[in-house]
């Protein structure tokens, strides 16, 4: 009897992985990259979870089945980060240059747009834990949060993948 029961559960299980794997592999076919380009980040940057010291970097914007945005970045040097971004929700632009819009908050800088004119779309991407853009308030003593109006903007071209 227990080697019956025994059985039965593998061959459940067996049933069960062979089904996550054929679903794992349709979610990995259905990403479409649209856009793939080359960046150097001057500084060190926080892009969602993932801090990115200064260097070279590939990206690929591409939209997943059920149609969120996601970016993959790499470093081009050995031991760089390597991660995934989701991105916010997809805008128009009207950006002449693909870029990387990063956001000052202190002394760290955020990445917080990708815009991608060369396929007419811009994303935004969440702020990491933590993070509040501030700014001082001369009616009142101290600072006032504000929603989306940092002190610095810097903008990192991105250069299209001839591939």
């Known amino acids: 009897m227990k080697t019956i029961r025994g059985l039965m559960t593998l061959a459940g299980l067996s049933v069960?992985?062979?089904?996550?794997?054929?679903?794992?592999?349709?979610?990995?076919?259905?990403?479409?990259?649209?856009f793939a380009g080359t960046?150097?980040?001057?500084?060190?940057?926080?892009?969602?979870?993932?801090?990115?010291?200064?260097?070279?970097?590939?990206?690929?914007y591409g939209l997943?089945?059920?149609?969120?945005?996601?970016v993959v970045v790499r470093g081009a040097a050995k031991g760089s980060p390597y991660g995934s971004i989701i991105a916010g929700p997809l805008g128009e632009t009207s950006a002449k240059q693909n870029a990387i819009i990063c956001v000052r908050d202190?002394?760290?800088?955020?990445?917080?747009?990708?815009?991608?004119?060369?396929?007419?779309?811009?994303?935004?991407?969440?702020?990491?834990?933590?993070?509040?853009?501030?700014?001082?308030?001369?009616?009142?003593?101290?600072?006032?949060?504000?929603?989306?109006a940092p002190v610095l903007i810097q903008r990192i071209p991105v250069t299209l993948d001839s591939k």
Do not use: C
């Open 16 to 34: 069960m992985l062979l089904a996550l794997g054929a679903t794992g592999a349709k979610g990995q076919g259905s990403y479409a990259t649209q």
């Open 39 to 60: 960046f150097t980040l001057p500084f060190e940057a926080q892009w969602g979870k993932m801090t990115l010291p200064a260097g070279d970097y590939a990206l690929q």
């Open 64 to 70: 997943n089945e059920i149609g969120y945005g996601l």
């Open 106 to 148: 202190g002394n760290a800088l955020i990445v917080r747009a990708l815009e991608m004119p060369t396929i007419g779309t811009s994303v935004n991407f969440a702020l990491p834990p933590g993070a509040n853009f501030v700014a001082h308030n001369a009616k009142h003593s101290g600072y006032t949060q504000l929603a989306e």
